[in-house]
């Protein structure tokens, strides 16, 4: 996936060490003269040149500075060496994140979320394509109307999975997805239905304060999984500064069936939503991490 080269090299700065040559993925530069100068015609815009120079001769035009200036906290830009953190410290976090479904009333400040989806940029994407789009709801009253768009999707589908005609002409055709759908979801899905309209209980959003859709935009060599990365370092950024999260996996399958409920907040024609995480001030408390299923292992020697 060829980009246009944005690299500068400031000639009075550079040493020629040629360390930027050695890490750059797209052979963008060469030393000529002693110096590093740009001879490719094409780069990953990834930055690795302007982080490895010890002059700090290099900069990279694409990459915008406000994205590592944080609101809520404040970044030592200092590169954390390999094997430099503390590991118990890490998995801690990690495994201390759990979901949340039992959220407080607060609103979430917008700083907050803003640095959320700077966290969120920080993580890989597949040929450093970064063609990632969020959509920020920093209200409860936006995170109703999604829940409210995916309720009627969901009752929807709902009444199409109740006839069994339809489901048995499905699977001959190929298409078993209703059928399987009726037999996991259909009853629960009736009854998180029910609970809203009778009772005004958010079974889908959990009574989250905010939430934020996570989605790519064409051009992009992976698109769910570079989502999906994205979300994962939010999730844990998240839990860091205080709030609670939970990946709303209903959402996402309703706008993969439905654009158009994420039409009503922006979302454009040519994007596609694959993580939707709701957020807020949690109300549960734990007190111990509990591990995980054992999962399925090989190992080939």
Not at 39 to 65: F, I, K, M, W, Y
Not at 176 to 200: I, N
Not at 237 to 249: D, K, S
Request: proline share 6%; charged share 25%; hydrophobic share 40%.
């Amino acid at each position: 996936m060829p980009q246009a080269v944005t690299t500068v090299i400031d000639p009075e700065r550079c040493n020629g060490c040629g360390r930027c040559i050695r890490v750059c993925p797209s052979q963008t530069l060469s030393l000529v003269g002693g110096k590093a100068v740009v001879t490719g015609d094409s780069s990953l815009n990834c930055g690795h040149c302007q982080a490895v120079c010890p002059e700090g001769a290099v900069r990279v035009g694409s990459l915008d500075p406000e994205q590592t200036s944080f609101a809520t906290f404040e970044l030592d830009e200092t590169w954390l060496p390999h094997g430099g953190y503390d590991l118990p410290g890490l998995v801690r976090l990690m495994a201390s994140r759990r979901s949340c479904r039992n959220f407080r009333r607060e609103p979430v400040p917008r700083e907050m979320l803003a640095d959320l989806v700077k966290i969120g940029l920080s993580a890989p994407s597949g040929t450093n394509s970064q063609r990632w789009s969020f959509t920020v709801l920093p209200s409860r009253e936006k995170v109703l109307e999604l829940a409210q768009g995916v309720g009627r999707v969901m009752a929807e589908f709902n009444r199409m999975s109740e006839k069994a005609w339809l489901r048995k002409l499905m699977r001959l055709v190929g298409k078993p997805q209703l059928d399987e759908y009726f037999h996991e979801y259909h009853d629960s899905v009736s009854r998180g239905l029910a609970e809203w309209e009778e009772k005004g209980i958010d079974r889908l959003m959990h009574g989250a304060a905010a939430a934020i859709m996570i989605g790519s935009r064409p051009g992009a060599s992976t698109p769910k999984e570079d989502a999906l990365l994205a979300a994962g370092h939010m999730l844990l950024a998240a839990h860091a500064m205080g709030l609670g999260t939970c990946l709303i996996g209903f959402a996402v399958a309703v706008m993969d069936q439905k654009p158009e409920v994420g039409r009503a907040f922006g979302v454009g024609p040519d994007e596609k939503i694959h993580a939707v995480i709701s957020l807020g001030w949690p109300k549960e408390e734990y007190v111990r991490l509990t591990g995980r299923r054992a999962p399925a292992l090989r190992w080939c020697d």
